[in-house]
């Protein structure tokens, strides 16, 4: 069953920090993306198909924008979910399917429930301002709302080209739409 996105974060909110291990080995916190203009956190899985229907084009914003950090973030329970696994993720990794900037993985969940992540996919667009992330844009990465529809607008791409622009984003933020996150505990 889908679900839509329920943001709890507001614009101009700053970017809860977080310090999760990667895909790579490496742990990861907010400020090692400093450098970057914009920081795309999206919560995100494995074995979701809405979440897989949005791995080639995080892979294109990761690959397209030098001045933007794609991060995923998996916050899955992975003994209930055996394709989240960090394991699982590392071979992601490897094989290509994913190539974001960092994949990382929230063993404990906190950082999901700080953001007020609920689905997978669900995305946080930050801006860098004045050294610090604050949300510019929370909602869909595009209009394909099914994993076999294709999309024909990208909100994420405008979300981008208008941060990159020193422009406000002009968006309405419309829910993300997928897969329930996998809480520890849930039946």
Known sequence: MALQSDPELEAGDPAPDFELEGAD???YALDDFADSEALLVVFTCNHCPYAEAKFDLLNE???EY???SVVGIN???AEEYPEDSLE???E???DGRIAYDAY???ESQDVAREYGAVCT???FLFERDDGEFRLAYQGRLDDALNPEDEPTRFHIREAIESLLADEDVDLEWQPSQGCSIKWTGDA
């Open 25 to 27: 080995g490496e742990t």
């Open 66 to 68: 030098d001045e933007v």
């Open 104 to 106: 990382l993985r929230d």
């Open 61 to 63: 914003l990761a690959d």
């Open 92 to 94: 992601y990794v490897a």
């Open 88 to 90: 699982k993720m590392r």
């Open 121 to 123: 996919p669900d995305p």
């Open 75 to 77: 916050p899955n329970d």
